[in-house]
Nanobody, 124 residues
Framework: QVHLVESGGGLVQPGGSLRLSCVVS????????MGWFRQRPGKEREFIVT????????RYADSVKGRFIVSRDNTNNTLYLQMNSLKPDDSGLYYC?????????????????WGQGTQVTVSS
């Protein structure tokens, strides 16, 4: 069975940082691209970033580019999202997911396995 487990969410002040982790099991991790999505209150699930299986190719949403950094540790089957300069509008439920294909996929339907989500709240 394929499992994705996010962690690292929490409450942070505006301008602060958080690092999210996603531990993946049940597949050969390095063969697959991965992505991060978020769902903010009252909004549709939105794309944040995708990363290729080898970690070399990434694509970010304009809303987070320059603030968020994705990385992966294929030895430990872990995906990361470093979030800096956080804003209240970044608050929401963050999901990691496995892509059906290559990096660059930006839609929820392009991903076939999802984690349970981790809550990020940015507030003073």
């Amino acid at each position: 069975q394929v499992h994705l487990v996010e962690s690292g969410g929490g409450l942070v002040q505006p301008g602060g940082s958080l690092r999210l982790s996603c531990v993946v099991s049940g597949l050969t991790f390095s063969r697959y691209g991965m992505g991060w999505f978020r769902q903010r209150p009252g909004k549709e699930r939105e794309f944040i970033v995708t990363i290729a299986g080898g970690g070399g190719a990434t694509r970010y949403a304009d809303s987070v580019k320059g603030r968020f950094i994705v990385s992966r540790d294929n030895t430990n089957n872990t995906l990361y999202l470093q979030m800096n300069s956080l804003k209240p509008d970044d608050s929401g439920l963050y999901y990691c997911a496995k892509t059906r294909g290559s990096a660059g996929m930006m839609h929820p339907g392009d991903y076939d396995y999802w984690g349970q989500g981790t809550q990020v709240t940015v507030s003073s």
